[in-house]
T-cell receptor
Framework: GAVVSQHPSRVICKSGTSVKIECRSL??????MFWYRQFPKQSLMLMAT?????????EQGVEKDKFLINHASLTLSTLTVTSAHPEDSSFYIC????????????FGPGTRLTVT | AQSVTQLDSQVPVFEEAPVELRCNYS??????LFWYVQYPNQGLQLLLK??????LVKSINGFEAEFNKSQTSFHLRKPSVHISDTAEYFC????????????FGGGTRLMVKP
């Protein structure tokens, strides 16, 4: 149980275009989803936390207008990288939990974004 | 705010040797502790966790970790490693009664050599 999927697993886009990454909880309702960014050989950096039906809470230094997060349902959250640039190339990982009282996060397999 | 330090960025070890990956944390309140493993180009998989009770926790594939409150540590150990254990290992903490926000350590790359 507690499976989280991400789509796509890899995406290559041209500079200036936008790309959407989906995160789905397959067998549970995720009231809270998290988006992380991971640079090569580094740890995960939390970008934002989203609760279903409300606006995402962004971490300091993360541009909310560039990284649009939508948590429209209890099983789906999307991250849209707008006007992507090569420096946005990274590994993006989402996780989901049952809510603030849940003690665990369940992680997706990640999405490798390459901006050319 | 809590913080997590993984003292070793890389740990090379020969197959069948024992290994310890160190993790220390700082927090002003009680915490939950986690170890995650990440294989190349994959997401994180929960290896083991300490929430309460026995301070020694074990995974199904032979890893164990012990919560030491006085030393604020949660070191990960395995008595005999396999080539397939080669991966990145992340220690993480979340504060009790503060939701489920995780703070990650910098990660330790375990490299098992034949």
């Amino acid at each position: 149980g507690a499976v989280v999927s991400q789509h796509p697993s890899r995406v290559i886009c041209k500079s200036g275009t936008s790309v959407k990454i989906e995160c789905r909880s397959l067998d549970f309702q995720a009231t809270t989803m998290f988006w992380y960014r991971q640079f090569p050989k580094q740890s995960l950096m939390l970008m934002a936390t989203s609760n279903e039906g409300s606006k995402a809470t962004y971490e300091q230094g993360v541009e909310k207008d560039k990284f649009l997060i939508n948590h429209a349902s209890l099983t789906l959250s999307t991250l849209t990288v707008t006007s992507a640039h090569p420096e946005d190339s990274s590994f993006y990982i989402c996780s989901a939990s049952f809510g603030s009282k849940s003690r665990e996060q369940y992680f997706g397999p990640g999405t490798r974004l390459t901006v050319t | 705010a809590q913080s997590v330090t993984q003292l070793d960025s890389q740990v090379p070890v020969f197959e069948e040797a024992p290994v310890e990956l160190r993790c220390n944390y700082s927090s002003s309140v009680s915490v939950y502790l986690f170890w995650y493993v990440q294989y190349p180009n994959q997401g994180l998989q929960l290896l083991l966790k300490y929430l309460s009770g026995s301070t020694l926790v074990k995974s199904i594939n032979g890893f164990e970790a012990e919560f030491n409150k006085s030393q604020t540590s949660f070191h990960l150990r395995k008595p005999s490693v396999h080539i397939s254990d080669t991966a990145e290992y992340f220690c993480a903490v979340s504060e009790v009664n503060a939701g489920n926000m995780l703070t990650f350590g910098g990660g330790t790359r375990l490299m098992v050599k034949p």
